[in-house]
């Protein structure tokens, strides 16, 4: 049973990188998938979440218009694409399955720097 993300990096601010979680070990698409992020110093926040069948999903004020989650359920993954990224998107990503178990990825570092 795992997540794991993929897809960080160092990106110029206005730049764009695509994050993934491919999940393995149980049944994903029964599972409300998530994206979380934690910078340095401050709390680990929702940045975005998706129904098991895709057809909902929310976002953190911050990030509406600019980043957008989806899913693949025959893939078994879950991708976060962000856009006009900004300095304050500097943080640890980390993807989040929500059912019968709370699972966790183990993070992937998105730096936003000039």
């Known amino acids: 049973v795992q997540l794991v993300e993929s897809g960080g990096g160092l990106v110029q601010p206005g730049g764009s990188l695509r994050l993934s979680c491919a999940a393995s070990?149980?049944?994903?698409?029964?599972?409300?998938m998530s994206w979380y992020r934690q910078a340095p110093g401050k709390e680990r926040e929702l940045v975005a979440s998706?129904?098991?069948?895709?057809?909902?999903?929310t976002y953190v004020l911050s990030v509406k218009g600019r980043f957008t989650i989806s899913r693949d359920n025959a893939k078994n993954t879950v991708y976060l694409q962000m856009n006009s990224l900004k300095p304050d998107d500097t943080a640890v990503y980390y993807c989040?399955?929500?059912?019968?178990?709370?699972?966790w990825g183990q993070g992937t570092q998105v730096t936003v720097s000039s």
């Open positions: 989040k399955a929500t059912g019968l178990r709370v699972l």
């Open positions: 070990g149980f049944t994903f698409s029964s599972y409300v």
């Open positions: 998706i129904s098991n069948g895709g057809v909902s999903t």
